[in-house]
């Protein structure tokens, strides 16, 4: 394989992986709108915009018209049918009673319920200390009104902070990056899954608005399994489409639940 079809291909898998993360853009516009965020709708749009400038590129059209080229020339359906016959099949489940959502789902939420009072600003570093202490593979450094949360061989992540009304932490911005990254507070992940990701905490974030940031650290230590987690809803540990592991994670009364974006059926995200 030469450098030139490498790198073409390289720029469509990362095409691929910004268009799966899109899924969630509408109900994040609506559920930001609605909480009076027009800072955060206008930065959803510029990621919008800029996938579809992404997608128009030079580069990007020219890696399509060698696909298409490739494709015309090699004649064969590139097992088309099987991914007919695959949504077929789902639709097929879809009509029957297995395919309804039991009540069941209507009853997790994205963050575990709080069993303990939120941290205040003053007991953060005791707190963070007492974190270090007791947990193996996740630490936290405190820096001014930022967190950085270390998960052991999976990924860094940066909570910016600030306090509530009555004092307590609350994490107002979050960043994931990939474990071997070096990573920036403000920056973004070069990798697909930490931007989906990303993106996900960060709805979170807003849609939970009023939980702890013990829950909030909870729910990041959970992804310490993001590339070997099952979803519950297709069984499978990446997408069929995007090729992205579970970045949605709900939390089902005694456990975490793992789900794939595209798997997701209902709720905010």
Not at 11 to 21: D, F, V, Y
């Amino acid at each position: 394989m030469t450098e030139a079809l490498k790198e073409q291909i390289g720029k469509l898998q990362e095409l691929q992986g910004r268009i799966q993360g899109l899924r969630a853009v509408p109900a994040h516009v609506f559920q930001t709108s609605r909480l009076g965020g027009t800072g955060k709708v206008a930065e959803e749009l510029e990621v919008v915009k800029g996938i579809g400038e992404a997608g128009v590129s030079e580069s990007v059209q020219g890696a399509l018209q060698r696909a298409r080229e490739s494709l015309d020339k090699d004649g064969s359906s590139l097992g088309t049918e099987h991914r007919q016959e695959r949504r077929k099949r789902r639709g097929e489940r879809a009509a029957t009673p297995e395919g309804y959502v039991n009540e069941d789902r209507k009853r997790t939420s994205f963050v575990r319920p709080a069993t303990e009072e939120g941290v205040k600003m003053e007991g953060l570093g005791e707190w963070a200390r007492e974190f270090n202490r007791t947990h193996d593979k996740s630490k936290l450094r405190i820096r001014e009104r930022l967190l950085r949360l270390t998960v052991e061989d999976v990924m860094t992540v940066f909570l910016g902070i600030g306090a509530s009304a009555d004092g307590r932490v609350r994490v107002e911005t979050i960043r994931a990056f990939g474990a071997r990254e070096k990573p920036q507070a403000h920056g973004e992940s070069g990798y697909s899954v930490f931007q989906q990701l990303t993106q996900q905490l960060g709805k979170v974030v807003e849609v939970e608005s009023g939980a702890t940031l013990q829950t909030i650290v909870e729910l990041v230590e959970s992804y310490d399994v993001v590339f070997v987690a099952r979803c519950v809803l297709c069984g499978r540990v990446v997408s069929s489409e995007g090729h992205v592991p579970c970045v949605v994670r709900r939390w089902n009364g005694s456990g975490w639940d793992a789900e794939h974006i595209g798997c997701v059926i209902e709720g905010p995200i």
